[in-house]
């Protein structure tokens, strides 16, 4: 089954009980009305924003007129949905839209990540993940318990890349995002704190399912309007009749995070991230430049 998401599956379910609704011709308030339910309770099911309980899942799929074998993994898709996943237990300490997205990425098979300020989060040591919330903390409004807890929350994620099932992963980095993190550690850790994020790094890139790209410092480019931009993309759902999450974008800025779900704007940030792995150089070569960085710390 692999990695399952009580997020994801919660979301196609949703999308589902719609799709069900809407293909036999009845309105919202129709079933809500139907059912003695209130409007507000159908809407908060339909729009991913309250999980229904078993006993909804039943008298909907009986309003719809569901049966085997689709009954059975809508059913499950509920029943994943009530779940609790790891990330549940820091709900309070991180914002809403970051762990939404912490619980997309979760069951992600794709995930390609552009980053023109720092290195992807994935590829970060515990060093450079402390050193970049510390930076912050002159202008972020962040207790230092939830620092730690965002500290902890990401170096969990990174087990995405090492897992039995990996997450396929493509970073596409300017180059000064590599000096900059070279800047970054010495100040905090010195030189050899440099030197292991870059070994960390290369060592990441190297495996089967990691992928960098750098676009080197003359190389021009359009401006891109976000300093992080990722892009997921996720499988089918085989026990649930190969049901697939549509792709979702996450963009995030000085102000925060957000997440894209219309097609469309997905689509144009799709060929955003393409035309920049076009501007990068190959793995190879980009992995030749990561070792002479590396090579010119100074202690």
Do not use: C
């Not at 229904?52 to 799929?61: E, F, H, T, Y």
């Not at 000096?179 to 292991?196: C, F, I, M, P, Q």
């Not at 097609?263 to 792995?277: G, H, I, P, S, T």
């Amino acid at each position: 089954m692999g990695r399952v998401s009580n997020i994801v599956r919660h979301q196609l379910l949703a999308a589902e009980l719609r799709r069900l609704r809407v293909e036999i011709g009845l309105s919202g308030p129709s079933v809500a009305k139907a059912l003695g339910w209130s409007p507000a309770k159908f809407s908060r099911i339909e729009s991913a924003l309250v999980r229904p309980s078993r006993s909804d899942m039943l008298i909907l799929l009986d309003h719809y007129g569901v049966v085997e074998p689709a009954r059975a993994g809508l059913l499950l898709l509920a029943n994943q949905a009530a779940q609790r996943n790891w990330w549940d237990a820091h709900a309070k300490a991180l914002p809403g839209g970051y762990l939404e997205y912490i619980g997309l990425e979760f069951e992600a098979a794709r995930v390609t990540n552009w980053e023109g300020l720092v290195l992807p989060g994935l590829l970060q040591t515990d060093e450079l993940v402390g050193a970049i919330n510390s930076a912050g903390e002159d202008f972020f409004a962040v207790p230092p318990s939830a620092v730690r807890v965002r500290n902890q929350v990401r170096l969990t994620r990174q087990k995405l890349l090492t897992d039995p099932d990996p997450l396929d992963f493509t970073a596409v980095i300017d180059e000064v995002v590599l000096h900059r993190t070279v800047s970054l550690l010495r100040d905090v850790g010195g030189a050899e704190a440099a030197r292991r994020q870059f070994a960390h790094l290369i060592e990441m890139a190297q495996r089967d399912n990691v992928t960098v790209h750098v676009i080197e410092l003359w190389k021009t480019y359009p401006l891109v309007a976000t300093s992080s931009l990722i892009r997921m993309a996720f499988e089918p759902v085989e026990e649930a009749a190969g049901l697939v999450h549509p792709d979702v974008a996450y963009m995030e800025s000085v102000a925060g995070g957000s997440l894209a779900y219309d097609e469309e704007e997905v689509y144009q940030f799709d060929r955003l991230l393409k035309y920049l792995v076009n501007k990068s150089l190959n793995p190879e070569d980009s992995l030749r430049l990561i070792h002479r960085v590396a090579g010119e710390i100074e202690d």
